[in-house]
């Protein structure tokens, strides 16, 4: 990877930012002793913890110009699209999924503490998340801003989940959408869970990758997408082994190696 050269000051899309927030992103699914000497050593980031909480894990960095908080995804997609794990229930905003929302909240106030204890010059700061690491990212930028206590420059998430139902999507867009990159990687069936017939809906601006790599902004390409495999199945657990079925290479197309190859590929 090459140095850390990210613009701090740029809260719209940047190619560049979006290259190591993934990079980043890739990062959390390595062993902490790694993360933690690439950070200090290769990026130069002087601030640095470690975040976990029961089968939640992420990670803070900071130097004088950025923060970072970067969630893990997690090594079993089926463990957190189950039927209990996905009900509706009360959010930041409209409601959310339930497993999300307790899988950062186990995390949340050593989150504000470190934050906290990083913003030494007041930098602004940054999220990042891979699969239900982007899910998470997504809940924590909303509740910052639902008890005003920070708002995010910039969210970049990777393959995620969708998190709540209409009203969610509404507010978060209202405040945060301009600023929020979500990657959908060719046929990733991960971003197609929950269903909308759960009531469910994507948040953000959708940064579709499609199978060449090349990167769409426009909103047609990720609404062919999500009509090219219209199901009638209601639960997740039934819609997502469905589309495993449909899109072989939707578990492949999901990989963080994968999002950071293909987004590489657009700088040429």
């Not at 809260?11 to 933690?36: C, S, T, V, W």
């Not at 009360?90 to 204890?117: M, S, Y």
């Not at 589309?243 to 072989?248: A, D, H, I, N, V």
């Amino acid at each position: 990877m090459a140095k850390f050269d990210f613009n701090p000051k740029i809260a719209g899309f940047d190619f560049n930012n979006a290259l190591r927030m993934a990079e980043m992103a890739y990062l959390a699914y390595k062993p902490q002793i790694h993360i933690k000497k690439f950070m200090r050593g290769k990026w130069r980031f002087n601030k640095f913890k470690f975040l976990s909480g029961k089968e939640t894990q992420a990670f803070m960095v900071a130097n004088d110009e950025i923060i970072i908080l970067t969630f893990r995804g997690t090594d079993s997609i089926e463990d957190w699209i189950t039927d209990a794990d996905a009900r509706l229930v009360k959010g930041p905003w409209g409601r959310v999924h339930r497993g999300f929302r307790e899988a950062l909240n186990c995390i949340w106030h050593d989150i504000k503490r470190t934050l906290t204890e990083f913003q030494y010059k007041s930098q602004p700061f940054w999220i990042a998340g891979h699969s239900l690491g982007g899910a998470l990212a997504t809940l924590a930028a909303a509740k910052f801003i639902k008890e005003e206590y920070k708002r995010p420059k910039g969210i970049y998430t990777f393959g995620q989940p969708r998190v709540g139902n209409k009203i969610f999507v509404r507010d978060f867009n209202a405040l945060l959408k301009r600023r929020t990159f979500r990657f959908v990687n060719n046929e990733d069936i991960v971003t197609r869970v929950p269903p909308r017939t759960l009531k469910y809906e994507h948040i953000g601006n959708a940064c579709y990758l499609d199978n060449s790599g090349k990167l769409h902004r426009d909103e047609k390409w990720w609404r062919q997408f999500l009509d090219s495999s219209v199901s009638t199945a209601v639960r997740s657990v039934d819609r997502f082994r469905i589309l495993r079925e449909e899109y072989p290479n939707g578990i492949d197309d999901h990989s963080m190696h994968r999002y950071i190859k293909r987004i590489k590929a657009n700088f040429t």
